[in-house]
């Protein structure tokens, strides 16, 4: 199982101390400090996903239980909102609902509520994405917990990313907010558990590419086997 940069950052220090005390004979603290950075390596992991390839398909964000599923108004448009808690042991990387292009990065800071709260999707630190898709527009938020103070974010506006693709990590323990607008088919609920680029949370159809109008008008040659009789 691969793991994200950030768990060298943190485990190797811990390993690097724990080895130190067990050679100076502080066994104790080198028993903790190994139990630690095998957590840490553990809660960094990344493991592959199998994801859906159904055009329309929705995937959930982030491992995790699902919240909340309610009605929801994004600048006064009619949607559902899918509030996913991930624990402390689940999977922390977040990845894209859909293939499309991020037209909005919003960082905003704020408070640290423990992320099982209601008021932590407006108030927490949180990161607000907005993906543009086929079907249409999405928003997305990696939102901090009591015990994560650190939002992070792979991507940038304008880079187009895929369905299931690694966008970014909240560290230890946090929530993941979707919305989709009332078009789209919701396919969990409540007490849910999901799992990050695989699990499908809404069916979202694309829309039918239009036929120009002049195309179905029947050609002069059409007409003629139609009078005839000779085309049904």
């Known amino acids: 199982m691969s793991m ?20 100076t004979g502080w066994t104790v603290p080198a028993v903790l400090l190994v139990c ?15 994801i859906p390839i159904d055009p329309g398909t929705i995937v959930s ?30 999977v922390h990387v977040n990845r894209a609902p859909e293939s ?3 037209t909005k990065m919003d960082y905003r800071p704020g408070k640290f509520f423990a992320a099982m709260r209601e008021r ?12 543009a898709t086929l079907s249409g527009q999405m928003i997305f938020k990696q939102i901090a917990g009591v015990i994560a103070r650190r939002v992070v974010c ?21 929530r993941v907010d979707l919305w989709v607008p009332r078009g789209a088919e919701i396919r969990v609920s409540v007490g849910d558990h999901v799992k990050g680029g695989s ?9 039918a590419i239009q036929t120009p109008r002049d195309n ?4 002069a040659a059409q007409q003629t086997l139609t009078s005839a009789g000779k085309h049904a």
Do not use: C, H, M
């Open 4 to 23: 994200v940069r950030e768990g060298y950052y943190f485990g190797l220090p811990l390993l690097i101390l724990g080895g130190v005390a067990f050679l």
């Open 36 to 50: 630690l950075a095998a957590f840490v390596f553990y809660f960094f992991r990344d493991p592959q996903r199998l």
């Open 61 to 90: 964000p982030a491992d995790g239980r699902v919240l909340v599923v309610t009605d929801e108004e994004n600048a006064g448009q009619p949607g559902k909102r899918i509030s996913i808690f991930l624990a402390i042991w689940n």
């Open 100 to 102: 499309g292009t991020i």
């Open 120 to 131: 932590a999707s407006l108030e927490n630190e949180q990161n607000v994405i907005t993906l």
């Open 154 to 174: 792979w991507k940038k506006q304008g880079d187009t990313v895929s369905r299931g693709e690694r966008i970014g990590l909240v560290r230890f323990g946090s």
């Open 199 to 207: 699990s499908i949370v809404a069916y979202w159809p694309v829309p």
């Open 216 to 219: 179905l008008k029947p050609t």
